[in-house]
């Protein structure tokens, strides 16, 4: 074909079947990453709690989850999330950015296997048996499915391209790419506006096989696609703090690196992908994968064993900087996956329990010294908690408009209803106790010398019980919950017993107690209810372990789901 009969039909077929495949093509990467998400959902909340053991783990894990999200992209900003609050330390997430790396390389070399012919069949083998199948199966045919998808959008792009290869003005443009720095800037830009490597790369083999790239062309437009893949990360840490900033910005520096080092060694690269993938006018999709491969197995050895010094480095350089309240573990990256989205709601409620147990803590000294610079405190503490409430509450009204609440655990449903526990704790120490510590400190009363010792000593109680309860976040202990109950009954009986001593000391005629009579009666009462509500943290536990037969756990979970739809 050549210019003179170029027509509008022509490009109409190529605009349609450029971005009807493209659509496609992310559209099928996006459900693959969902159902293999689904499928290792569970294996995932292992994964976190093991990838911290050394390097090459926490790289390995990078490969897996990048696998899971089909994008190195969206594992990165996830681990972005990670990061920001401690699930992962800085130091350790480096090796996994750069097992992300070695992961997005796994898409590409799928994309590479010449099997579009087939793609109709596997849609329709996966459609139809995805809906008559049911739990693993059913997310085994809906992969089956989106990998047909994928594949057809990739035939539909190839397709589109084909009428492009005697045209003699796009030919004329692709000889521009001739340029290695121009190739790998046109590279950068348009991962970075698709926001995928893989799909990128994809393209690239689209072009590759009419024709239109050679295989040395195509070598710069790799290392532009690298770095164009850590554009989302950036943007998605400008309004976060600087933990996130530092896991993109060591990201973009991995790959920015690596990428000049191949640029001065493109020849090289060439024979040496060449030798691995045979003849690349073959089967130049081959090629373009195990180039992409080689690349970024190179950036993930070349790197690992420096990860410390890397992260030494960005702590010395990048600056502190306020950012407003957002939640540090659950974002929207997870909101499909609702067995790893556990395992970080139950980092959000460790975070926002901290907050809570020091809002407690500081109660005594307020008291006791009539501390008044310490109450203004309280009440940004106070809101920092409704802050995590809303966002909790948020992220999962969220959640459940795109998943089905069929796969929430009821421990999820439980770990909701502490949220709330840990909120109306909060509420307690904010409004009850803030208001007798204000009338309190602007009296001239001062407690006995033996109320001040039973108040300091019960709340001490309080604050123990309390963190006994946070521990059963994470360590769901079935004798630490029944010790929490039988610690909350010997509570409740000393709270009662410290009232008689009040009231002896009431009655003995001793001013100090007569004073301080009712702030002290209050502010005991206060403290067991914390104690109170601190053991429901352990009864949700006996509930689930001890008392099967007689809780109907289908009722239980209904009334915690109403609930937390109402608010």
């Known amino acids: 074909m050549n210019q003179s009969i170029w027509t509008y039909e022509n490009t109409l077929f190529l605009i349609m079947g450029l971005t009807g495949g493209l659509g496609l093509f992310l559209l099928g990467m996006q459900m693959l990453s969902r159902s293999m998400r689904d499928l290792a959902g569970r294996q995932m ?36 999330g990670f ?44 459609f139809l048996l995805s809906m008559i199948s049911k739990g693993k199966w059913k997310y085994i045919f809906e992969t089956i499915l989106s990998i047909g998808i994928l594949f057809y959008g990739m035939e539909l792009m190839s397709n589109s391209m084909k009428p492009l290869e005697n045209y003699q003005p796009f030919v004329d443009i692709i000889i521009t790419f001739n340029n290695p720095i121009i190739a790998l800037i046109i590279a950068m830009i348009g991962t970075a506006l698709i926001q995928s490597s893989a799909a990128f790369i994809g393209i690239l083999i689209s072009l590759g096989s009419t024709g239109l790239l050679s295989a040395e062309t195509c070598l710069p437009m790799i290392l532009g696609s690298n770095i164009g ?31 000049l080092l191949f640029v001065g060694i493109i020849p090289f690269w060439h024979q040496f992908t060449s030798w691995i993938s045979g003849d690349s006018t073959k089967n130049i999709g081959n090629y373009l994968a195990n180039a992409h491969t080689i690349f970024n197995f ?39 996956t609702p067995g790893l989205s556990v395992t970080l709601l139950k980092k959000e409620l460790l975070a926002m329990g901290n907050i809570v147990i020091q809002m407690v803590e500081m109660t005594i000294n307020i008291i006791i010294n009539k501390n008044s610079t310490m109450l203004p405190k309280l009440k940004e503490m106070e809101s920092e908690t409704d802050k995590y409430r ?28 502490l949220v709330n526990e840990l909120e109306q704790i909060a509420d307690l120490v904010s409004v009850n106790i803030y208001n007798q510590a204000e009338k309190w400190i602007n009296s001239n009363a001062d407690f006995s010398k033996d109320g001040k010792n039973e108040l300091e000593y019960y709340h001490s109680r309080c604050v123990k019980q309390l963190k006994r309860a946070i521990l059963l976040i994470e360590n769901r202990d079935y004798n630490h919950a029944l010790r929490l109950k039988e610690k909350y009954r010997k509570y409740a009986y000393m709270a009662f017993d410290l009232e008689l001593n ?31 509500r601190a053991t429901n943290f352990g009864r949700l536990i006996l509930m689930d372990s001890s008392a099967q037969k007689d809780l109907d756990k289908e009722n239980f979970k209904d009334d915690i789901e109403s609930e937390f739809t109402k608010k």
């Open 45 to 80: 909340r292992h994964f976190l709690g093991t990838v911290s053991k050394n390097r090459l783990s926490s790289a390995f894990f990078g490969v897996f989850f990048t696998i899971l999200f089909q994008s190195s992209s969206a594992a990165s900003v996830v681990i972005i």
């Open 83 to 126: 990061v920001e609050a401690g699930l992962l330390l800085f130091k350790q997430t480096l090796p996994v950015i750069l097992g992300t790396a070695l992961g997005t390389t796994i898409t590409a070399q799928l994309v590479a296997i010449k099997i579009g012919k087939f793609a109709l069949l596997g849609i329709g083998i996966g």
């Open 229 to 259: 893949t850590t554009i989302t990360g950036i943007l998605s840490s400008l309004n976060a703090g600087r933990q996130a900033k530092k896991v993109a910005y060591v990201n973009t520096f991995f790959k920015f690196v690596t990428a």
């Open 298 to 336: 190179f950036l993930l050895v070349a790197w690992l064993p420096f990860t410390k010094q890397v992260s030494t480095w960005f702590d010395k350089y990048i600056p502190n900087n306020s950012n407003s309240f957002s939640l540090k573990y659950l974002n929207d990256d997870v909101l499909n």
């Open 390 to 417: 809303e966002k909790i509450n948020e992220f999962w009204l969220k959640s459940a408009q795109i998943s089905s609440q069929e796969n929430w655990p009821v421990e999820l449903y439980q770990l909701l209803h």
């Open 502 to 532: 009040h009231y002896k000391r009431l009655f003995s005629i001793e001013s100090k107690s007569i004073e301080s009579s009712k702030i002290h009666l209050e502010l005991l009462n206060l403290y067991r209810i914390i104690n109170s």
